[in-house]
């Protein structure tokens, strides 16, 4: 079957705790995007990358980073949590960019205490 | 500030009417604009999208109307199934920032049997 996968799917942490979010895709997408979701804002990208190796910013990047070593795996970072990134996250992958139409994760809800 | 804009947080309609979902933008350097559906604990899936050189794309129940002038979509579900419950994303992109999608923050609709 098709699809991102996302782990975890529920995290509680304490502040400055270094966590990672995982992400893979199994359809051989080369786009893939983090985003993440708030109450009344929407959707918002954090990270995107066109392909291996090719990783940019999205419009809130701040506290986040991310690596593409491999097509299938878009890792998520947390270098120093803090409660501000309190969220619903998802990674989404797509083959011909984000105008061809997202397969989107199940989400990951982070709570940072 | 948010560039698309959702004003209807939720949605009753009867089974077997239609259902109409507003979006409006402020960008007018949008082009392309996507529909996500989303069930709860689950990622958005896409819908349906369309072209700024279109007013109209049609995908069996689903229709998706283009007003440039008015900076204005919708989303028509006809007719409409107790399935079609779930949050209703719309997103815009412009081809200089094709990197990434501008989500709505999402209508709840609710399909009354």
């Known amino acids: 079957e098709a699809q991102v996968t996302q782990n975890p799917r529920y995290l509680i942490t304490v502040t400055g705790k270094k966590l990672t979010v995982t992400c893979s895709q199994n359809?051989?997408?080369?786009?893939m995007s983090w985003y993440r979701q708030d109450p009344g804002l929407g959707l918002r990208q954090i990270y995107y990358s066109m392909n291996v190796e090719v990783t940019d910013k999205g419009d809130v990047p701040e506290g986040y980073k991310v690596s593409r070593k491999e097509k299938r795996n878009f890792p998520l970072i947390l270098e120093s949590p803090s409660p501000n990134q309190t969220s619903l996250y998802f990674c989404?992958?797509?083959?011909?960019?984000?105008?061809?139409?997202?397969?989107f994760g199940s989400g990951t809800r982070l709570t940072v205490v | 500030d948010q560039q698309v804009k959702q004003n209807s947080p939720s949605l009753s309609v009867q089974e077997g009417r239609i259902s109409i979902l507003n979006c409006d933008y402020t960008?007018?350097?949008?082009?392309?604009f996507l529909w996500y559906k989303k069930y709860p604990a689950e990622g958005p899936t896409f819908l349906i999208s369309?072209?700024?050189?279109?007013d109209k794309n049609e995908d069996g129940r689903f229709t998706v109307f283009l007003n440039k002038s008015a900076k204005h979509l919708s989303l028509h579900i006809v007719p409409s199934q107790p399935g079609d419950s779930a949050v209703y994303f719309c997103?815009?992109?412009?081809?200089?920032?094709?990197?990434?999608?501008?989500f709505g923050t999402g209508t709840r609709l609710t399909v009354i049997p």
């Open positions: 997103a815009a992109s412009y081809q200089t920032g094709a990197n990434n999608l501008f």
């Open positions: 369309i072209s700024s050189i279109k």
């Open positions: 359809m051989n997408h080369e786009y």
């Open positions: 989404a992958s797509s083959r011909q960019g984000p105008r061809g139409g997202y397969t």
């Open positions: 960008n007018s350097m949008f082009d392309y």
